[in-house]
């Protein structure tokens, strides 16, 4: 047991941070001062259309508190804006702000300072609601393919704007759902084509936080579409939790969770310091984007990435989002975090958390037994899936290729992979005998796009995860994908 807990200290070195104040130097003008820029007068509604918004939250579960924090933050930032409740759809587990782990039960907080966000947050798709179909539907406005939920679809008209959030785990080609199948990139992309097709927009800006999210755009997104894309990541790397314990700056000391993620608190709480009529979408890229990085520091920070029709960044961004009257007198793009975060790699939140969860618990109790078999488990079940892909890549291109074939990139501007069925029925066969790739193994998913890169059959693929993964008892296990279904 020794060992185990000693190698999850290990993955979870997390890169500590000096401390900020985000009010600091923020440069609130007098009624009477002017910061000089163009652009601050109203525009009548007629001419704005109206603002939707489609906010989503892909995880469950209490260590992914972070991804609904995000997302009840954005509704509230939406709310104060302006837009009406009619007009945001929400997707959200909603198990985190009742859930018995929750020091402050029913409030969800996204900044160790801040109040709570969950409050007057709409339920329109809650528990098993939250999946890609209903988001599908919601999205191209199809309240007849809506399964379950309050209903709620986008039936936007041709002169109004649309903002899409999205915030969770996500792999190469995937992003992260509570109920399977995945979100694939593939799929996601004929929806906005879809969409744009329908004459039902006048352009659109789309947020997402997720690791390799910049893989579900690349050499997929058209540039014609009136879209206009920024990923926390590029397509190759990790995005990052913050507000973590044991981090700088920390949590209250009750929590035992990341409160946030740090591509998100940084376009939120830029949007939270500016006058949204001042501030454009070019300058919250270019803030997100460093402070994403934790100032150049891409071992702790991603590369911010935009995809799509970039001509409109000039726009305000109280087009999308809103204007909060309380920020007449802010500046459009003037505060500054200048200091590193503290953040943990999105796939290891969750160990962070089970390891703060079982050091918190009282020995000499069968519960702090349990969290440790949990932790255990867990470390097993990733180590199983990492040695299983490996001895698959031995197995289909021999020991000295396997590696370099799975892991190899394609050029700049091309998409994963050619054949996406192809990709979903690799996926589906590998899980059938080696178990479920789970929020962590997603990031093997470039391991399956290369397979199917390489015309590799699927009878091959069978007797190679057959071989790969032969005496590992999956029987009834929580890894058996019967317990939650199939990635694809």
């Given at each position: ?27 609130i ?69 009742t ?13 160790p ?13 809650t528990?098993?609601?939250?999946t ?61 084509k ?22 579900i ?54 949007s ?44 305000k ?5 809103g ?12 505060l ?39 932790i ?113």
């Amino acid at each position: 047991m020794n060992t185990v807990v000693v190698l999850l200290l290990f993955i979870l070195g997390a890169q500590a941070a000096g401390r900020f104040n985000r009010w600091e130097d923020m440069g609130i003008l007098m009624p009477t001062e002017t910061d000089g820029s163009a652009g601050s007068e109203d525009v009548d509604d007629d001419v704005v259309g109206t603002r939707w918004a489609v906010l989503v939250a892909g995880s469950s579960g209490y260590g992914n508190y972070r991804h609904q924090a995000d997302v009840c933050h954005a509704y509230q930032i939406l709310k104060r804006g302006g837009l009406k409740e009619e007009n945001i759809v929400v997707f959200m587990y909603d198990d985190i702000a009742t859930n018995f782990l929750n020091p402050r039960h029913g409030v969800i907080i996204n900044h160790p300072q801040g109040a709570d966000v969950y409050a007057g947050v709409p339920k329109d798709y809650t528990g098993e609601h939250v999946t890609a179909e209903n988001l599908y539907a919601v999205l191209i406005g199809d309240k007849s393919a809506v399964k379950g939920g309050s209903g709620k679809v986008i039936a936007s008209q041709p002169n109004d704007r649309i903002f899409i959030y999205y915030s969770d785990h996500g792999g190469p080609g995937v992003l992260g759902m509570p109920n399977m199948p995945f979100l694939f990139a593939k799929d996601f992309i004929e929806v906005l084509k879809k969409k744009h097709a329908a004459n039902s927009y006048k352009e659109m800006v789309i947020y997402v936080e997720a690791c390799e999210s910049g893989s579900i755009f690349e050499g997929l997104m058209p540039e014609d579409l009136n879209i206009y894309v920024t990923t926390a990541s590029n397509a190759e790397e990790s995005s990052w939790g913050t507000y973590c314990p044991g981090m700088d700056p920390a949590p209250p000391p009750e929590y035992i969770t990341c409160l946030g993620d740090l591509y998100s608190v940084a376009w939120m709480e830029d949007s939270e310091c500016h006058n949204l009529k001042r501030e454009t979408i070019q300058q919250q890229y270019q803030t997100v984007k460093d402070r994403t990085s934790n100032y150049n520091t891409y071992t702790a920070g991603s590369h911010v990435m935009e995809y799509g029709n970039r001509s409109f960044k000039g726009e305000k961004l109280y087009l999308y989002q809103g204007f909060d009257p309380a920020t007449e007198n802010f500046p459009p793009n003037k505060l500054q975090f200048s200091i590193q975060m503290g953040v943990v790699n999105q796939r290891d939140a969750d160990l962070l958390f089970l390891w703060h969860k079982y050091e918190r618990s009282e020995e000499g109790i069968d519960r702090k037994d349990e969290i440790l078999k949990e932790i255990t488990e867990t470390m097993q079940h990733r180590m199983h899936l990492d040695t299983s892909i490996k001895l698959l890549g031995s197995l289909l291109f021999g020991p000295e290729n396997g590696p370099s074939v799975l892991n190899s990139l394609r050029r700049s501007g091309l998409p994963l992979v050619d054949d996406w069925d192809c990709l979903k029925s690799m996926v589906r066969i590998f899980e059938t005998h080696c178990g479920s790739l789970t929020q962590y193994g997603m990031k093997h998913m470039r391991a399956f796009a290369n397979i199917c890169n390489n015309d590799i059959s699927k009878s091959d693929m069978e007797k190679a995860c057959s071989a790969a993964c032969r005496g590992y008892n999956l029987g009834g296990s929580k890894w058996h994908p019967s317990s939650h279904g199939y990635s694809s």
